[in-house]
């Protein structure tokens, strides 16, 4: 069998698309169509001998970009489509073959992941128009993190909250937990014990994973708790929310949109939101772009300091994400914030550690926990998944 996986990642107004040969050697297409439903509409991506191409589609619709998309597969033929969906709730632990009741599943979660798994099902239903023949398997953001124990995913609410609204923690970014986490078990000698593993990019959370199987995680029923983000806040008061529509006259939708969307690296810098130009200009004595990494990096230690606490034992910590991966001074500060816990990063590979290199930070001769940096490949891990699915309905 040609095991050729085609990635959707599909948003209300955009397709992200990866094909990826079960032979790692294989050339990965790649690409994304963006602006859908607009004259603007536009695939973009990478063709097999690595030159990029930018073609217009306009008025395309999802089933037409993804027909686009099949014409820029080189007349490699997928053997299958693995869709990333956001939220499964408490449905789905792991990938799923789509079927009419997966989709009736997925659309029943709705609720909690409004923005995104509606979207995900119209890639879900242009996918299968286009591609009748090829099994669909849908890869959930939220499953490896249904192994959380209650007292992790558990809020301190009124149980009817939890029992009839679905009111807990679910986490998210779990394909990019579970990916760097099994790399790095394979990699280390210390094998799949006790990780703590961050992914920070624009969205940002940390997990703690005990023998590849997620103990705790940072976000939440959204993915606003937690970690300081682009644009998100992360953690705030819960009372905040009253406060400011009592002494301000917020409404809802304002106080969603400030702590979703102006908060943050943004927020607090006053600048932007991305980290390469706070870092500079931090360089530069801006004070806001100072304290912004301050705080993000702080968050991150405390955040990995307290999900410690769900580990039998501390094999090491995994950076990945845009920031995670590119910027030693946020992996430098982290470490230095968690003194007791016997990293010892040796800061020449630290700052050599960029740009999708993988491997361990640590003093030669170390013997503790430790600090490794692995490139996340969620594509990867959706097509992997994806297959493995497929396997056991063989
Ligand atoms: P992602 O969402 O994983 O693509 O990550 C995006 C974030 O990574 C943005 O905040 C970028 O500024 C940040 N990033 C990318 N490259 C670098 C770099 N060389 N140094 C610091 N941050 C970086």
């Not at 909690?112 to 009748?132: I, M």
């Not at 760097?180 to 014990?193: C, E, F, M």
């Not at 009372?239 to 943050?264: F, M, P």
């Not at 004070?287 to 912004?292: E, I, K, T």
């Amino acid at each position: 069998m040609n095991a050729s996986v085609l990635v959707i990642n599909c948003g209300s107004s955009s397709i992200k698309y990866a094909l990826i040969d079960e032979d790692p050697q294989a050339p990965r297409l790649d690409g994304i169509a963006e602006r859908l439903g607009s004259q603007a509409a536009v695939l973009k991506g990478t063709d097999s001998a690595g030159e990029r191409f930018s073609q217009p589609l306009p008025g395309a619709d999802h089933a037409q970009a993804l027909s686009a998309i099949l014409d820029r597969l080189e007349g490699r033929k997928p053997s299958a489509v693995g869709h990333r969906i956001v939220h499964g709730g408490e449905h789905f632990t792991q990938a799923a073959l789509i079927d009419d009741g997966v989709i009736a599943a997925i659309d029943s979660t709705a609720a909690l992941a409004p923005l995104h798994n509606p979207a995900n099902l119209t890639g879900v239903a242009a996918t299968r128009q286009v591609f009748p023949s090829l099994p669909q398997v849908a890869v959930f953001d939220t499953a490896f993190h249904q192994t959380l124990p209650p007292r992790a995913y558990r809020y301190a609410l009124p149980d009817a909250l939890y029992r009839d609204h679905g009111i807990r923690r679910y986490g998210f970014h779990g394909t990019s937990h579970a990916y760097v986490s099994q790399r790095a078990s394979q990699l280390s000698t210390h094998g799949a014990g006790g990780w703590l593993t961050a992914h920070l990019g624009n969205g940002c959370s940390t997990s703690a994973v005990w023998q590849n199987q997620s103990l705790d995680t940072s976000m939440g029923l959204t993915p606003l708790e937690g970690l300081v983000m682009g644009t998100r806040s992360g953690d705030v008061d819960p009372g905040l929310h009253a406060h400011l529509h009592r002494q301000l006259g917020w409404s809802l939708d304002e106080i969603d949109n400030v702590l979703n969307k102006q908060s943050g690296l943004l927020g607090l810098s006053g600048l932007t939101n991305d980290m390469r130009e706070i870092e500079q200009a931090a360089e530069q004595g801006h004070a806001g772009a100072s304290l912004a990494v301050e705080v993000f990096c702080y968050r991150i230690a405390k955040s990995l300091a307290g999900l410690s606490c769900a580990l039998p034992t501390l094999d090491g910590v995994i950076f990945t994400g845009g920031i995670g991966e590119n910027s030693p001074q946020v992996r430098r500060r982290v470490i230095q914030l968690m003194p007791h816990f016997g990293f010892a990063l040796d800061d020449a590979t630290n700052d050599a550690t960029i740009r999708g290199r993988e491997g361990a930070l640590d003093r030669a001769d170390h013997r503790g926990p430790e600090v490794w940096v692995i490139p996340t490949d969620e594509e990867a891990r959706i097509a992997m998944e994806t297959r493995h699915c497929l396997e056991t309905h063989a």
